[in-house]
C-alpha cells in the first residue's frame, strides 16, 4: 500500500520541507521523508525524479535557488538512507559543482 502513495507523500512532504519555516517541523518532515525512503521500494524512482526535478527552469531566480535547495535537502536524505548509488552519488557531485560554478560565476 505505501509504494502505491508513495509520491504523493513525497512531494507532499517535500513542498512542507522546503516551504516550512519551523525547524522543528522541518526536522519531522525530514525523519518521515527518510522513513518514506528507506521502506518504500520506489527508492530508485524517486531518487530519479529528484534529479529530474527543475530540468526545465524557468528564467525566475528565487524559484531557480528553491528548486536547488530543495533538491540538496533531498539528496541528502537520500544519502542519510544509503539510498544512493555510485551513480547517484557521481551526479550529485556534478549537480553540486554546476551550482557553485554558477555561484562563482555570478560573483
Known sequence: MLDKYTDLFFFT????????SNPKVRTKVTQVLCKLVRKTSNAKQLIETVFKMGAEEDNDA??????TSGK??????FAECKKLTKADIDRSVDFCAVIVSKQAASL
Open 62 to 67: 528565487s524559484k531557480r535557488e528553491f528548486m
Open 72 to 77: 540538496l535537502q533531498l539528496i541528502q536524505i
Open 13 to 20: 512532504l517535500f513542498l512542507r520541507l522546503v516551504n516550512d
